[in-house]
């Protein structure tokens, strides 16, 4: 069974500070290629710094298993913050400009990957050490987003976002509602459905909001509708910031607008402490859920293991979408890049995206980890039993990427805190598209 924890946050000060102090939704080969060095020689260490809450990127028993199994290459993970538009990228930025502090292997957010690949000066070519034949282990908008702006192979995929929906079944029967995840399904089809379902849920309990706050369903609305509107969100694929032009942006946030008018949101920003206390509390019925999400929520910063069983996982209004995923790079920096490009290529090999899998539940990019059995055949316990290996493979299987830009997780987080913000009631609504246009601006540079 998969017990999972991946993405909750903690607040950015706090993980600012631990930064400062160089504290700072996995795929490869199955060869486990070596640095070739003498086992009686001292081991050398690499460094793989990732982000994210919970069980991160799920490496530890991947991690475990080849420090029990190698002498010339041991693997440290450092896990420097939960949130990573906030802190962790601003602070690999500065690493990579300066040419020090960053790790000999780092995870990167699809929304940094847009201004990695503009820089190919800040990585290693994984090219030269024979990772370029991986190009079948990855669909080609996977691999392609690996890709420098010269061509270069810089980056290999760990995990996919796919997407469902998370509720609470107990809180659903509380206000009448069924329970089985087949039924809630089919109460909405449509995300105008989903708010009447709301509004019913509503109406009956009273104590526990009906959705945990306008972020995290403004994220899977953007996604959906991006597709719709030429693959593209805050930027077109000239990078030209389009936050004001792409109907994709104004769908989800009158979408926002929607349901925070309506009483329906716990005004909880995603991935705050505020939001993991909401869990525990039991302050909110559901919320969009990305593979890499029911981790967050199965966690211990979660809602955590008193509530295993209570959650349960059910297809998404509006028919999939994908947010998230990560890829592995290796900055030029790093002492060790060959040992570096070995270790990369082994935590994207489908071994080690089946135990990422099984142990956290982030859904592999690498394809043939997508069809093993382990996978295909998973069942969560937390979740109710929820057969999520069958959920997300098959929307793994058609997922339609979405471009970012350059600086997409610059304007990501300024659009993201206008969100929060007027469904906390500090920017009024009949202000709020324009700041959001606005702060989109100044985000972008």
Excluded at 176 to 184: A, I
Excluded at 206 to 223: A, E, I, R, S
Aim: with cysteine.
């Amino acid at each position: 069974m998969i017990d999972r924890s991946r993405r909750g946050r903690m607040l950015a000060a706090a993980a600012a500070t631990a930064l400062a102090l160089g504290v700072t939704a996995a795929c490869g080969s199955d060869s486990e290629p070596t640095s070739g060095g003498s086992s009686a020689a001292a081991p050398v260490t690499v460094k793989v710094q990732t982000f994210g809450g919970g069980k991160n990127f799920g490496y530890k028993e991947a991690i475990d298993k080849w420090n029990a199994s190698h002498t010339d290459i041991k693997i440290q993970e450092e896990h420097l913050t939960d949130q990573f538009e906030q802190v962790y990228w601003p602070q690999m930025i500065q690493w990579l400009q300066s040419g020090s502090g960053a790790g000999d292997v780092v995870g990167i957010d699809e929304g940094g990957m847009g201004l990695a690949k503009a820089h190919p000066e800040w990585w290693a070519d994984l090219g030269e050490y024979g990772l370029s034949n991986r190009q079948g282990d990855f669909a080609p908008w996977k691999w392609d987003g690996g890709l420098t702006a010269d061509g270069k192979l810089f980056g290999l995929g760990t995990d996919l976002g796919g997407m469902s929906l998370c509720y609470r079944r107990d809180l659903f029967e509380k206000a009448g509602l069924p329970g089985d995840r087949d039924e809630v399904s089919k109460l909405w089809p449509t995300w105008d459905d989903f708010i009447k379902v709301g509004q019913k849920f509503q109406d009956k309990v009273k104590d526990t909001k009906f959705v945990d706050g306008t972020n995290t369903l403004y994220n899977v609305v953007l996604v959906q509708e991006a597709v719709k509107n030429g693959g593209v969100s805050y930027f077109d694929k000239s990078n030209t910031l389009i936050v004001d032009k792409n109907p994709a942006i104004k769908s989800a946030y009158d979408f926002a607008v929607k349901i925070s008018q309506d009483g329906l949101t716990a005004k909880l920003r995603n991935f705050t402490p505020e939001w993991n206390t909401g869990m525990k509390k039991s302050q909110f019925a559901t919320l969009g859920c990305p593979s890499w999400m029911l981790g967050a929520v199965s966690g211990d910063d979660g809602a955590g293991p008193e509530f295993s069983g209570k959650w349960d996982v059910a297809a998404v209004p509006g028919g999939g979408g994908n947010w998230g995923g990560s890829w592995l790079a290796v900055p030029k920096q790093s002492k060790h890049p060959k040992e570096a490009a070995a270790v990369a290529d082994y935590l994207t090999g489908k071994e080690a995206e089946v135990s990422v899998f099984t142990y956290s539940g982030n859904m592999p990019s690498n394809t043939q980890a997508q069809q093993d059995p382990a996978v295909q055949g998973a069942k969560n316990e937390y979740f109710n039993n929820a057969p999520v290996g069958d959920i997300f493979a098959k929307s793994a299987s058609t997922l339609q990427p979405v471009f970012l830009g350059v600086k997409h997780a610059q304007v990501k987080n300024a659009v993201e805190s206008v969100i929060s913000a007027l469904d906390d009631g500090s920017v009024p609504y009949d202000q709020a598209w324009q700041k959001l246009v606005d702060d989109a601006v100044k985000a972008a540079g």
